[in-house]
């Protein structure tokens, strides 16, 4: 019998924010579905509703969701808290990960896998997971008792993101806007990262980015242009290319007009 493949479903999600003028909607009915062992990108320019969506998917409070449903495996994701969420099998990447004073890298790490897994992880395996994937990620063993991203670089806490998800294994890794802020050195590090977890099969990625460089180390399947809070365009890898040299101007000008569906590049004009 064939296991079933774990299945983020997004279908007609409406997300506002409060303002000091009241609430202002940002996504205005994004469908998306993300499957285990596929990558999706979706790119857009800034103030899309890209990283909206991201947070929507984790649960922020920040974010109101209006309209629509996100379920996972079937499951009302919207019902579920921010820690369910987790324990469901949703990871999210931070763009601006936070620093969390007086907790150590490797007690931050181990507490985390222990409330995704219900059990914590034996200690001698689980010692030799986390010096794996930190070798993997060219991380010196002193990290692992540093205090949770404080004074960490960008490139640091860019890894340090991408180590968790390697050591939680989601069923979905939301990655917003992981290449921000990296140098050449520390983007190929994390790209390296993200693809080991993505040659495993087992989870479905969620990469979003404004630029096409990461899109170098790591080649989506899918490629989803978003404006205005519309998923606008669709395609294959192709899609980033046209991206490259053409920008978002066109799909900008046409104030998030969504594309027919499986147009791919070129259909917004």
């Known amino acids: 019998m064939t296991a079933a493949v774990s299945t983020l479903e997004i279908r007609n999600l409406h997300v506002s924010v409060e303002t000091e ?13 993300v ?15 890209k990283s909206t969506l991201s947070y929507s998917i984790a649960g922020h409070p920040k974010y109101t969701v209006t309209g629509g449903s996100i379920t996972l495996d079937g499951e009302d994701v919207l019902a579920m808290g921010v820690d369910a969420r987790a ?4 990871f999210l990447a931070m763009q601006y990960p936070v620093e969390i004073p007086g907790v150590s890298v490797s007690n931050f790490l181990r507490s985390s896998a222990t409330a ?28 692992a008792e540093r205090g949770v ?18 050591l939680l294994k989601p069923k979905i890794a939301v990655l917003d806007e992981t290449d921000s802020g990296l140098d050449v050195d520390a983007l ?6 993200i693809e080991a977890v993505r040659a495993k099969g087992e989870t479905g990625i969620l990469l979003i980015t404004h630029y096409t460089r990461i899109l170098r180390y790591i080649k989506p399947e899918f490629v989803h242009v978003m404006a205005a809070g519309r998923i606008v365009d669709e395609g294959g890898p192709e899609l ?3 991206l490259e040299d053409s920008g978002y101007d066109r799909y900008v000008k046409a104030g998030g007009a969504t ?10 004009s």
């Open 240 to 242: 980033a290319a046209v």
């Open 188 to 193: 190929r590090i994390v790209s390296g990262g």
């Open 35 to 49: 499957r285990k062992g596929e990558t999706h990108a979706i790119m857009g320019p800034n103030g899309s509703g």
């Open 21 to 33: 003028e009241g609430p202002r909607e940002i996504l205005r009915g994004v469908d998306l579905t």
């Open 116 to 143: 995704v897994r219900g059990e914590a992880p034996k200690l001698r395996t689980w010692v030799k997971e986390v010096k794996a994937s930190m070798e993997a990620l060219e991380m010196d063993p002193a990290f």
């Open 149 to 166: 991203n404080e004074g960490f670089s960008g490139g640091e806490k860019k890894r340090h993101e991408i180590l968790q998800m390697a």
């Open 87 to 90: 324990r469901a099998g949703i």
């Open 259 to 268: 594309a027919p569906a499986g147009a791919g590049a070129g259909a917004v």
